[in-house]
Nanobody, 116 residues
Framework: QVQLVESGGGLVQAGGSLRLSCAAS????????MGWFRQAPGKEREFVAA????????IYADSVKGRFTISRGNAKNPANLQMNRLKIEDTAVYYC?????????WGQGTQVTVSS
């Protein structure tokens, strides 16, 4: 059974940085693409960033391109998200996602709050 646990969220001022981590258990590390999504209050969950299972390909939402960087770690920490120059509109619950074909596994989320 796959379990994902996000950490690293918190309260930060606009312009600041945070680094999110995704810890995993029961995840066969290879062949899983990893991603980050977020959901702001009253809004639908939206894509933030993803990285291929080998780590060679990344993709970002336009709203975070140039500010956020997704990276792969090891089997126990398969994904990280470095968030720089945070904006108030980045405030949301951030979710780690592991994807292999039609299978998606999700973490419980970590709150990121950006204040002015």
């Amino acid at each position: 059974q796959v379990q994902l646990v996000e950490s690293g969220g918190g309260l930060v001022q606009a312009g600041g940085s945070l680094r999110l981590s995704c810890a995993a258990s029961g995840l066969p590390f290879s062949r899983y693409a990893m991603g980050w999504f977020r959901q702001a209050p009253g809004k639908e969950r939206e894509f933030v960033a993803a990285i291929s299972w080998r780590g060679g390909n990344t993709i970002y939402a336009d709203s975070v391109k140039g500010r956020f960087t997704i990276s792969r770690g090891n089997a126990k920490n398969p994904a990280n998200l470095q968030m720089n120059r945070l904006k108030i509109e980045d405030t949301a619950v951030y979710y780690c996602n592991a994807n292999r074909g039609s299978r998606n596994d999700w973490g419980q989320g970590t709150q990121v709050t950006v204040s002015s």
